[in-house]
């Protein structure tokens, strides 16, 4: 591996030096997200392995190119899971491109989002260095907390090399309930239950149906099921749902030309935007396919104290939501700090960055 | 200047009003500053900030001065800018189970405005009865319940603050995604870096139905971190976990009668919470996980009255050794948790080197040590002597793959083994980080990261992490 990585550190510094455009790139499994994908392809899956796990230690350290299914298989083995249920999204990502676009999957508002499980971050800086943040323990503030700003940065800072994250172990028992609710219903159901000390690990309402999974202690899982009622579902279809859920492969995603994520509080009532939606993150997330314009979609997001993202659709440059003028004063100079010349992933979370 | 922008009432600058804001929590190093400025609302925050930035003066903000490494230590050259006046929680909202406070309202405050929905603010530093929003904000301060609930940065929605320049900016949302770079999680533990708070959307959670704690004896101390290993190994997540020496337990138990074992080497508290069904499984597995790893004896909290005395301890275990010793130094260190028994057993041996002695309390299922070395100022040399001595420990933390802070933060304590743990690209890259918020470097300068020149004058080409990672690498 240290071959890998000389031959990447030599890569960095010649378009550093030529002031040539990279792309960073894993698996390519997410080449649509992002503003716009510009430069030279920089090829970080062949630095992969896992380099450190130890299950009673809940960390795992691995080069940014290993597979994702390759760490889920290894945890399972030691019954324990990324507890933020990265999607994959029509293939095999590497865990450098999980951490770099920082999505998070159906467990997200009960157990954190990817940057809540990042401990550590290996970056390779735009000279060559190998920078080294966070660590492999649980707590750590020593220094800014560079290895959470990257997680989500889409490689704007540069490739990260490798990646600590904090691993949890798998609930013993998991059972999920379906409900026939409208949408309005179902948000106040969600956020009244999230007030509730119940073993809830994820949520979601698609076309007149709720889904609410339960995950823990048995006794915890049993006893929320007396007290909620509903259906259960049979448990190898409840695993498939919510693995469809979090692949985006449910009919929602399917070939749906205009589709928008808007992240909003999860107590928002149903908005006055037209088009099909689908629920998820205890009402924090809403998924709309919808050709209504962006002005409007934006204006509906904003005034709910939210933010929209064009998923599908849309055009380079307005598919995230503005930024204010004041963050994106910071943005602009933690860019021109750490990547003076602009060659990792132009134009990829921020137009002109 | 200050005086035109501000009411009189909100400024402070005799000898007299200033002494009080000398130090924080860390008394030995203080200093200073030319005046203090209370502010009462938003609006005299961002004159002030700005004033400073106009005339290029140090600005250090301050909470309730609780802080253990010296980072609301004023500057001599300096203004400071304490929040107590900002002590408003704004709204609990019980339906998005969040609250919206200033920075200056304490840590418990929250949770008990939050208690009539069934919801509190989970991170809970042992000084929660004092220590506020602003300064957890700028710590990232965790507290016994961290593992299974998480430190700050997993607790807070979002920070609305004051740039050096004077504006408002507002990172994260109330919703659960923000467009852009995380730039939440970055000024989360920044120790007053990078912007000024003025608010905080906190998350609240609800209160789990039950709670019991399991108090297990060992005879070894390594014995005791392999128990906390098989805990974690058998796929229980306590809500609390935390580890006393025997020095430790012996200190606490005349002052707070805890009904600790005063003849185990380690104690273990292990706390699960949950439905009465959930906890009174998972004590069970702890029990029998325990009793395999060679607990010498267990027991069960059987009320909330006990419960709270098993842990009276542990939070006392501070005021504890101020009463054993006239003065105390806590270090801080975090190791992964498996270099427990080494760790313990290096500290034995410093305490002969350096002729002190050295309570060990531990936030064992985050591996986050607390050794409390006990020393008297007025003896010439000990206060130094303490002070290598912790060092060594931090160092020692950094070799075995840690951190030299866990929860308290770089301060001014602890600059020299940031220089151990961090190259100096890569504290270069924490002075970029400071600058894209705070480019003339006004806000509580000269804490948190040390400067090239520092490290270069601490001395002798330390080793990082036992070896050069990139020996082709130049260093300076």
Redesign the interface.
Known sequence: METVLGELRAAVMEAHRERKPLCLRGAGTKDFYGESREGAPLDLAGYRGVVEYEPSELVLTARCGTPLSEIETLLAHHQQFLAFEPPSLGGDPTIGGVVAAGLSGPRRAHSGAARDFVLGAVLLGVDGEVLHFGGKVMKNVAGFDVSRLLCGSLGILGPILEVSLKVMPLPREEQTLRFELTAAAALDAFNRWAGQPLPISASAWWSGVAHLRLSGAPAAVRAARGRLGGETLEAAAAAEWWRELRSQRHTLFGDTPSLWRLSVPSSTAPLALEGTQLIEWGGALRWYASERPASEVRRIATAAGGTALHWRGGTAGSRFHPLAASVLAIHRRLKERFDPHGIFNHNRLVAGL | MLAELLPTDCLLSREEELKPYECDGLAAYRAQPLLVALPRTEEQVCAVVRACHALRVPLVARGAGTGLSGGAMPHAAGVLLSLARFDRILEV??????ARVQPGVRNLAVSEAAAP???YYAPDPSSQLACTIGGNVA??S?GVH??KY??T??NVLKVRGC?IEG?????G???????????L??T???EG??LVVTEVLLKLI????CAQVVMVSFDDVGRAGDGV??I??A???PAGLEMMDRQATAAVEPFVKAGYDLTAEAILLAESD??P??V???VAALESVLREAGATAISVSRSEAERLRFWSGRKNAFPAAGRLSPDYYCMDG?????ALGAVLRAIEAMEKKYGLKCLNVF?A????LHPLILFDANREGEWQRAERFGIEILELCVRL??????????GVE?LNP?CV???P???A??F??????D?PGLLNPGK??PTLARCAEYGREHIRRGEL??PE?PRF
């Open positions: 909202d019980p339906i998005a189970r969040t929905f069934g919801l710590e990232n965790g961290c593992l998480g430190l940065v997993h740039t504006e408002i900016v507002e990172l949302s109330a919703a659960l995604d923000s467009p852009g770079l995380d730039l999680a970055i989360l533990g920044s870096l990078l609800p209160k789990p139905e290993a098989a974690i190994a796929g229980i997540i949950g439905t069904d959930e009174a499984e998972e975090t190791i992964p948790r498996k936030h299922g985050d591996g986050n793959g840690g951190t030299v802070t866990g929860e308290h933060g770089v602890k940031m743990q961090f190259s690209a890569e504290r890259a924490f970029a980080v400071k600058a894209a918020f480019p948190a990261i990672p990139h690498l």
